[in-house]
């Protein structure tokens, strides 16, 4: 059984006295387009009614709606000027679309839109028994639901899978100095503190100040020689945004949603605020009326913002590789059962550095970092880390990311892991990444619609981690000053002394 799809365009008036008319020109229509395809398995039924042109569309190798609106098109050329008949609205009142599938799916799954869906001996088979709006398959809702179908049942392969990784480089083994997990102990000397909402940590003043001794390192090795300029960006990320990168998409379950309030009006909070002061607590149904559903977040990554920056303009080609930095914003992720310590957290301090220009410069920008990168962990912090080069399956699979050719070997992520001696032993126990470096090919450049006058963009970040490079440094070196590598003693200075509670 082929596709079918059943059609009714309205014209604007009765269209009995040119229906001969209309189906000798529908017959045309169809030669054509099997012509231009090479195809003949299109079959066209027609009837009418008043108004009404009733089409059945039967196709064997190709979507009957993607040849709609030609039609329509051709229809009121062809009948506009002659007989004044323009077509007014085209509905599908029954759509049945048949497709290739390369795999079968592995267990049942669920799509929306769809009345009934099955898997028709090689070829899987969708129904739409309500009728579809016009707009409903003008804005490719069709091919889409055909994509994700697909998509879904190629993620059923790759579940649970991760990511495939190839260490690049490690340094030599260290000999740690302990092997206890120091969030807890920082917690028991009085160094952190958890807040009040969840995997949110307040910073006391000795873990602070490590913390900013790891910022000043970058900037006086990395931003300042290589040329980073800061910026200062919005805390939150809009939907709008995040529909470019496919954040939305990808990590919907990981992000702080951020509502704002329906009114700044105080009279429309008085009831709010009337059963908040007699009851002392927060009464939430009265609150849910008042603030409007959530249409950003709290920032997940820094770079997307960055993005926006520059989004739609046109950039001189001798201003690259444009290089800039941002220390402003603070990562927000729901991480939930995964927490733990800083190295794992909710709210977390990152420096997200962001390079755009042409493939070659990125390659140069990133061999410099990862230089000045090696020059920090091995010469002042003294770790026992490596370099992995990581992607996931699901990429590595579907042809986005082909790791053998050489130029598409330049995309992809470097994580920075830190062997964590309370963890076990290095072979056994997972490596804390602290860090990572990305080029992402043209990917953000086009989704933010980012030109140069002839050069062709790529962009790419490194996000630094500064809770998980400290994690990584304290895991190795202890908690006592006097045990760690001169050149960060010295960076850091002494440690304040503890608060004293009675
Ligand atoms: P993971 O696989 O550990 O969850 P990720 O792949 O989600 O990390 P990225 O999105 O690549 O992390 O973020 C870049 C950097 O941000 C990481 O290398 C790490 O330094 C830091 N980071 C990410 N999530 C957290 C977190 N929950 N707590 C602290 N730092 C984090
Ligand atoms: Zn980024
Ligand atoms: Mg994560």
Sequence with gaps: MPSTLKAEFLFNKDISAQIKEIKQFLDEFKTGLEKKHAQKDMKFTVSHEKDKLKLEIFYDTGFPHAVLFQLRNKLNQNFGKKHRLTVKKVVVSHYKLQFGLEKSPLHDFTIPYVDDFKLDEDKFEITFSKPLEESFVKKNFVNRIVRRIREKIDQQYYAGKGEFAEILWASEKKEPIWNEDPSRVMVEKGWLQLGRTKGKWFFGPQITKIIRAMEQIVKREIIKPLGFQEVIEPHHESFSTLLKTGHLEGVPMEVYYVCEPKTRN??????????????????????????????????????PNIYEFFSGKTIGDDQFPILVYDRSAVSNRYESGGRHGIERMDEFHRMELVYIGTMEQLVEVKDKIIEKYKYIFNDILDLEWRMAWVTPFYLQHS???????????????????AYLPYRGTREDSEWLEFQNLSIVGDKYTKAFNIKAQRLDLWSGCSGIGLERWSVAFLAQKGLDPDNWPKKFRKEVGDLPKIFNFF
């Design 399 to 417: 042809g986005i990311l082909e790791l053998d050719d050489a130029k598409q070997r330049i995309k992809g992520t470097i994580d920075f892991e």
């Design 266 to 303: 105080p009279e429309e909070w008085e009831t709010f605020i009337d059963y908040l002061k007699i009851s002392r607590e927060v009464p939430h149904e009265e609150l849910s009326k008042l603030l409007s559903p959530p249409n950003a977040i709290n920032c997940y990554v820094q770079c």
